[in-house]
């Protein structure tokens, strides 16, 4: 949809990844170059159709001659940069990240951050036992500045009740490891409703709504881009949260097929994820050009009257 | 630059607005003219809240500024345009004060916009119902269209004229023909050639005259020529305009056949209901988007027991009439199109998977489709007619206003509902309020009414019951309803018929209306 006007060709320029010279249009992310030679970088808060914001450090690489460790995500490349992806101080790095993620935060829906956990041999459990859930409303009420003591042998978790408040989907933010895709997405990504932020500092961030509101009484207009855009299921469809809770989401038994919205004349490209004959939610692929992946509240989560019909 | 002219599409196309808003942050300007000041206006850089059915004197005279103030596209109108003079010397009498009057818009604002407008290096302009849903919706989108003829924002990447298509698939229903004058393709049904081709194509003979559109359907039912009906998909018992007289008249015919996924309205007044599958996710096909993009639907889930595909049900008819049409699939009937419809020929179902649709024209395989039309508008010299202005004199809605009738009433839809409701009604929207009749502070005080309060809402046509919601993005005299919930209120029973001759389009966005307390 968006008019893609002619633009001059980008200049391309050459740098040296794992010791194989890669050469990149001007413009390109260390994370495109890697990908480019095929280098499987993790990454967690980084996602195509949103601006990076760089705050998981789990892409970090190593490039010579910088003091620190440098997200991959957003570092732009540059002409003869040498960067190692491999490095002992990278592994290091992620390896702690995880253990520090996978401590404090349930990564139970989140397939991939829990399969880098494995990956760089990360050991969680090396902080002592889970420290007791906050209770409702506990995390929200703390203030900023005024940390609550870390409990001796014990790992601080951001766990708690999960947030029930409208029909249409879950805040289960014992599952959120803030990564900001949602409020990029809510925000000057996509939708532009800015309805929720961090709020907080340090262990006591989290995303929160406008005073912490209901998301019915928030800016919130139900379009569901934080979901299409959450990595580790704190943010779900109702329909996926009661499936799973009876026990019955199987997401090897699901199809997902390509097709159109049928709500306006935009054309936005959803995939309808089916399980036993039922849609059970429907997200939309980053790649397209009408949608860049995101969707409206119709188009999310309109698709109940298909069985209604029953 | 964008210009959206009777649209909401922060609300209706959201989506779309998306790119819009992507465009606002890498600068590019929003004007928004709408008589409410909606979700859209709220992004505007100017927003332009004319009286409902003045947009031609308000587009005349953002014309006059253009020409007065030298900013018309010299070149382009030379070359590609015919008639500027005589548009030009029509547009002597559109004064800025004259608009102002009439419009209820400030002179600045016109001004504003004319010259952002015409100094733009690419601007859109895009429009919905707000133009289309009046009696005289052509005249509407004549008056917009010299706007951009004046300008030469036509034919080139990042400038155009824009409707934004309400439904899935209403352009790909006009690309297959589902027009009462025109084959697949826009081909003329009344041209002997083009006939001549489809009837060997189908071994049969193709009746030689155009038929009726909706509203005309209607009309030949009021005149008792119309017997028997044919519903796919449409719940016009409730979607048309004055729908006491819609269903009043579709209770008077003999035989009505519905065809859907439902049991709606109009299903109910019919003698036999075909069960069909919801074809956006239980069927395969293709449908087209408002930038006549062609993209696959596919089958997601398997429809409820008896429900069955349009097509499957239509060749069965054919059978049952003695014609055998065999069991077609969604592909091969699509490879009939593109056999006959030169504009579809290049859009194998492969390249529609590889492309993620492809937009037509696109008359061989080899054809990547096009992203905007009217390109030979620039070609030096011409290629084909050049592009005619438009004298369009503005017509005031025809309920007129009356010290009976005080209040302009106007409809549209809400973010998260659709319609008649059929489909949207099974979510549950956190946000949905039911139907409502929005009033401006002012008005509500004058009437000594408050939010939530029931009043009764009486137009020429009849009355309905709706609580009253406050809304200060409304003028003082101008109220607002959606048509979401007609089993709740039936909205449509306030709204005039009053169409336009050349688009058969009711004005749904112009009744006269007053409200008493009940």
Known sequence: MTVRLPLAPARALELSIDGRTVSVPEGASLLDACRQLGIDVPTLCHAPNLTPVNVCRVCVVEVEGARTLVPSCSRRAEAGMVVKTDSERVRLARRLVMELLASSVDLSTAPEASSFVERFGARPDRFGPPAPAAERGERERRQPGHHAAPRPGAAETVAQPVKLDNPLFVRDLGKCMLCYKCVEACGADAQNTFAIAVAGRGFDARISTELDVPLPDSACVFCGNCIGVCPTGALMFQSEHQLRAAGQWDEAQQSQTDTVCSYCGVGCVITLHAQGGRIVKATSPHDSEVTGGHLCIKGRFGWGFVRSRD | ?518
């Open chain 2, 1 to 518: 630059m964008i210009v959206l002219w009777g649209s909401n599409a922060r609300d209706t196309h959201p989506i779309f607005f998306h790119h819009v808003l992507a465009a606002i942050h890498r600068g590019a300007k929003l004007y928004v003219v709408d008589p409410r000041r909606t979700a859209s206006a709220r992004w505007a850089d100017g927003h332009l809240p004319l009286q409902v059915g003045t947009d031609i004197t308000l587009a005349n005279a953002v014309a006059r500024v253009i020409v007065e103030e030298g900013l018309v596209n010299q070149t382009f109108v030379r070359r590609a345009t015919a008639g500027f003079d005589a548009f030009a010397e029509h547009l002597a009498g559109f004064t800025l004060e004259r608009a102002e009057r009439e419009t209820g818009v400030p002179a600045q604002l016109i001004v504003d916009l004319a010259r952002d407008y015409a100094r733009a290096d690419r601007a859109q302009l895009c429009w919905t119902l707000g133009i289309t849903e009046h009696h005289n919706a052509v005249d509407n989108v004549f008056a917009l269209i010299n706007l951009a003829l004046l300008t030469g924002h036509v034919g080139r990447p990042g400038s155009g004229l824009n409707p934004l298509r309400g439904q899935n698939n209403v352009q790909g229903g006009g690309d297959m023909g589902a027009l009462p004058h025109k084959l697949a393709g826009f081909q003329d049904v009344e041209d002997d050639a083009v006939r001549a081709k489809f009837e060997r194509a189908w071994s049969c003979t193709i009746p030689p005259k155009k038929g009726w559109h909706l509203t005309q359907m209607f009309e030949a039912m009021e005149r008792g020529e119309l017997h028997c009906l044919y519903v796919l998909g449409e719940n016009p018992a409730q979607s048309e305009a004055d729908s006491q007289r819609a269903t009043r008249l579709l209770s008077g015919l003999e035989f009505i056949v519905a065809q859907d996924i439902f049991l709606t309205k109009t299903a109910q007044l019919a003698d036999v209901v075909l069960p069909a599958t919801a074809a956006w996710c239980e069927a395969e096909g293709t449908v087209t988007n408002s930038e006549r993009r062609v993209q696959r639907v596919r089958r997601a889930v398997a429809p409820p027991a008896g429900a069955r595909d349009d097509v499957e049900i239509l060749c069965e008819l054919a059978r049952r009439m003695g014609r055998d049409l065999g069991n077609p699939t969604a592909e091969q009937i699509w490879d009939e199109v593109r056999a006959l419809s030169p504009m579809h020929a290049g859009m194998s179902y492969r390249r529609l998977e590889e492309l993620g649709g492809i937009q037509w024209p696109c008359p061989d395989e080899g054809h990547p489709g096009e992203s905007f039309l009217h390109g030979r508008l620039w070609e030096e010299p011409v290629r084909g007619p050049r592009a005619p202005f438009t004298v369009v004199a503005p017509a005031p809605p025809v309920d007129v206003l009356s010290d009976e009738f005080p209040l302009r009433l106007t409809t549209g839809r809400r973010l998260d509902s659709y319609n008649t409701g059929v489909q949207s009604g099974a979510m549950a929207s956190p946000r949905r309020q039911g139907e409502t009749i929005d009033l401006h502070p002012d008005d509500a005080r004058r009437l000594g009414v408050a939010a939530g309060e029931a009043v009764r809402v009486r137009s020429r046509r009849g009355s309905v019951v709706a609580p009253v919601r406050i809304d200060g993005g409304l003028q003082p005299g101008l109220v607002f309803m959606t048509f979401h919930f007609p089993d709740q209120v039936d909205t449509n029973t306030l709204t005039i018929d009053a169409t336009d001759p050349k688009s058969g389009t009711a004005e749904f966005k112009a009744a006269a209306v007053c409200i008493e307390r009940v």
